[in-house]
């Protein structure tokens, strides 16, 4: 029997003794006896099982943590692969590599700018609250003008792509 059906029927039980005969109290109390051993039964299943799911919840969030700190590394691998190839391509002045699955370009990334001293960013470019520095104004200035403002630096990385 389900808990539900339990609890439905203990309460039946309780409400039945508020109106019963004197004679009829001992058969009901006997019933609400074995009702609350069933209930009593049915709680210790239910513990048991979300002693398990509990368990299982903390192997799971475990295992999710194992899993993120090898995905971690796994992408740092990758990274490194990708900076050791770029530097060997640009030692052998290489700007590209064919291979048998795709080809590597080395190529120049759009220019991006470092902020070296936010104070010193004029207020035209400032973003306000929260104070940031509004890069994309300073990049478009620089693109029409090739003025750098104070306190920033335009850069110009390089990355390597596989198609």
């Not at 609350?36 to 509990?54: C, F, G, H, L, V």
């Given at each position: 029997m389900r808990m539900y059906e339990l609890t439905e029927q203990y309460a039946a039980i309780l409400d039945m003794l508020d109106s019963c005969a004197p004679e009829d109290e001992p058969a009901l109390l006997e019933e609400l006896t074995g009702l609350?051993?069933?209930?009593?039964?049915?709680?210790?299943?239910?513990?048991?099982?979300?002693?398990?799911?509990?368990a299982?919840?903390?192997?799971?969030?475990?295992?999710?943590?194992?899993?993120?700190?090898?995905?971690?590394?796994?992408?740092?691998?990758?990274?490194?692969?990708r900076e050791r190839l770029k530097e060997c391509m640009k030692i052998a002045g290489a700007s590209s590599i064919g291979t048998s699955i795709g080809k590597w370009t080395l190529r120049s990334n759009p220019p991006s700018v470092v902020v070296l001293n936010a104070d010193?960013?004029?207020?035209?470019?400032?973003?306000?609250?929260?104070?940031?520095?509004?890069?994309?104004?300073?990049?478009?200035?620089?693109?029409?003008?090739?003025?750098?403002?104070?306190?920033?630096d335009i850069v110009r990385t390089e990355g390597v792509q596989f198609r």
């Open positions: 609350n051993d069933s209930i009593a039964d049915k709680a210790e299943a239910y513990a048991r099982i979300m002693k398990n799911t509990e299982h919840i903390s192997a799971i969030k475990a295992e999710n943590a194992r899993l993120s700190a090898m995905k971690s590394r796994l992408e740092k691998r990758v990274e490194r692969m010193e960013v004029p207020e035209e470019y400032r973003i306000p609250q929260p104070f940031a520095v509004d890069k994309k104004a300073i990049k478009a200035v620089y693109g029409e003008t090739g003025e750098i403002p104070p306190g920033c």
